[in-house]
Structures are given as structure tokens and as C-alpha cells.
């Protein structure tokens, strides 16, 4: 327990130390940092950059979030209705689309969107969106975040599928049969046995969800590489890396993560005192 507190502890307290210092590149070369108060926080806080990128973060957050949520909850609930072969199946097949490594899958979208050869605007051309054809969906911040958001979740939805999908198959089969003789409707029986039942879990993942799409950093890194509008598509991760690893401002870029930091929790808050307060009630 004391190797990991400090493996934790010693990271966040240094990014804390320095948020307060003028750290940049001459301080990686030896000279003895300055502390600076504040000015970090007040000079990340009056950038109108850190505030279109705090929206696009938490814009893109809560809506990546929600539909992975809603989507592998939807797949678990669908797994539970076929037979046991088959699920497992399924679940063989997503276990190898959520190991793929990100730069995989960030391959296999940029191909399935290029402007010149990509499936997606051909499909769309064949269904009569012919101005689809050869549309650049790097090129525009809407359609950017379109392919970035169908990017993360694709890669997220397993991990809940398989989540739920447990939960889901704990529930007592007599509760179930005895609400289908009582005449309740599948819908009933989800929002009246099914939910209440997985809904910790549902905590959990919305959680964790949102945790790990609000410090999204690579997909969004990769495709302003080949979009050409990055000042426009920054999120939180790659404004602090604009800052740090970019600008050499290591100093402004740790006060710019610890904002980061505190909007998660504002973010999650609720969510962990749900699960402080289911792990409380039992």
C-alpha cells in the first residue's frame, strides 16, 4: 500500500510544486526553478484558448460517455436474450476490438473516412449524400469530433458490454418469470428488475467513462496531425501538451492539468457519492 501511495502521491505532489513555479526549459537543464504563485493558474484562467477547449472537453465528454453508456447497455441487455454460445461469441469478437491498440484502430478510421478512397463517403454517396464524396472530415470541427467521438466509443462500448452484460446474468431467472406471468412487458421488466439490479455497475462504467474520455489525449492528438485545424479541435489533453511538451512551459502546463484534475471531480462527484453510498448501504 506504501508503494503505491507513493508511486500516486509523488507524481500529483510534484505537478502540484511546480504549478506553482516558472518551470520551463531551462529548469530541465539545471537551474533552480522560481516560485510564482499563482500566476499559472491566473495565466491558464485569462487564456480564452483554455476556456474553448475546457467546453470542447466536456461537450465531447459527456456526449462520448452517455452513448457508450446507453450503447453497451444495450448490447449486454441484447447478449442476455440469445443463447450462451453465441454471446460468448460476440464477446470473443469485441474482447479483440477493445485490446486493439489505439494506433490500430486510429489506422483503420482514418481509412474508413479518406477523402479519396474512404467507405464511409462512398456509402453515403451510393445512398444519395453525393456531396459526401471526397468530403475531408478532418477539415471541419463538427465533422472531426463526429469521427473522434465514433473512434472513442467505439473502443469503450466492449468493456461496458462485458461489465453489464455480468451484472445482468447474476439476477435471479424466477424474478424475471414470475414478472413475464404477471404480464410486465420486456420494457417493464428492465426498468423494474433489470436497472435497479445493474445499476451500480451502470455507476461504476458511467464513472469510469467519463474519467477516461474527459483526459482523451491520442485519438484527438493523431487526427489534428492530418486535420490541420488543431487550434480549433484542442481539447484539455492537447492544450496541455500545446503548453508543456510544445511550448516548453511545464510550469503553466501543470497549473492547466490540476484545473483539469478539478473539473473531473467536479464531473464524477456525483457518481462517487453514489457509489460511497451503495458501498455505505451494504
Known sequence: MAIVAVGLGYPLARQVIMSFQRFGLAQQFGQAPEMVGFANYAQVLGDPAFWASLGRSVGFCLACAAATVVIGTAGAMLLTQVRRSIAVGVQIVMLVAWAMPVLSSLQVFQLLFDPRSGVVGWTLGKLGAEGMVGYNWLSDPV???VVAGLLITWMSVPLVVFMVYASAT??????MEAAQLDGADGRQRFVHIVAPSVAPVLLLVSLLQVIWDLRVFTQIHILQQSSGITDQTNVLGTFVYQI???????????AAAMVMLAVSLLLTWRYIRAL?????AR
Open 143 to 145: 465533422t472531426f469530433f
Open 244 to 254: 508543456g511538451l510544445s511550448g516548453g512551459n511545464y510550469g503553466v502546463a501543470s
Open 170 to 175: 447474476q439476477l435471479d431467472e424466477s424474478m
Open 276 to 280: 460511497l453510498t451503495e458501498g455505505d
